[in-house]
T-cell receptor, first 113, second 116 residues
């Protein structure tokens, strides 16, 4: 399978702590994206990092990409209870001239007050 | 924009019945995707369209599944006949441009299908 795999499957932290989630994938990609899914809702796009980028920031989010290791990490700093959700990495890889997103199974993050 | 709109939000049906899921993508988006989410298999891409034309339906599990996009503002996913193993959350997503190069996919809230 081409899909990314997140690690850990579940993460439980206290408010104010940082949360780090990792994603590994198998083939060359155009870009890698991170999404958040709150319980019972659809996925929400958080951040996109291109294959020629190594790090990207958006607010409290920091994403890194290491194409040599085929891995990415998502860091959420100063976490809040509202950050409780599942986080998915999605890889955009070329497929017969088109590209589609393949999602991992996600990391479930629980932030306790 | 109200985002990607899916209906119904919940559907409970008996095995053997026909089920139709509906999706209205974001205006101006030229790609539309149908995904299925289960605990066991995660998010699976079923089919996607570009400018209303089906591009890849290799993810459709069986001939019981079919999808159409008669115009830029509407798509359906139909299961006929439905089976209990089809129980899942079905998501529609849309994007502008190939590979969602800038802003990713926009997902609807999903349809939770239960086949009993």
């Amino acid at each position: 399978s081409q899909q990314g795999e997140e690690d850990p499957q579940a993460l439980s932290i206290q408010e104010g702590e940082n949360a780090t989630m990792n994603c590994s994938y198998k083939t060359s990609i155009n870009n890698l994206q991170w999404y958040r899914q709150n319980s019972g809702r659809g996925l929400v796009h958080l951040i996109l990092i291109r294959s020629n980028e190594r790090e990207k920031h958006s607010g409290r989010l920091r994403v890194t990409l290491d194409t040599s290791k085929k891995s990415s990490s998502l860091l959420i700093t100063a976490s809040r209870a509202a950050d409780t959700a599942s986080y998915f990495c999605a890889t955009d890889f070329p497929n017969s001239g088109y590209s589609t997103l393949t999602f991992g199974k996600g990391t479930m993050l629980l932030v306790s007050p | 924009d109200a985002g990607v709109i899916q209906s119904p939000r919940h559907e409970v049906t008996e095995m053997g019945q026909e089920v139709t899921l509906r999706c209205k993508p974001i205006s101006g988006h030229d790609y539309l995707f149908w995904y299925r989410q289960t605990m066991m298999r995660g998010l699976e891409l079923l089919i996607y369209f570009n400018n209303n034309v089906p591009i890849d339906d290799s993810g459709m599990p069986e001939d019981r599944f079919s999808a159409k996009m008669p115009n830029a503002s509407f798509s359906t996913l139909k299961i006929q006949p439905s089976e209990p193993r089809d129980s899942a959350v079905y998501f529609c997503a849309s994007s502008q441009g190939q590979g969602a190069s800038k802003s990713g996919y926009t997902f609807g809230s999903g349809t939770r299908l239960t086949v009993v």
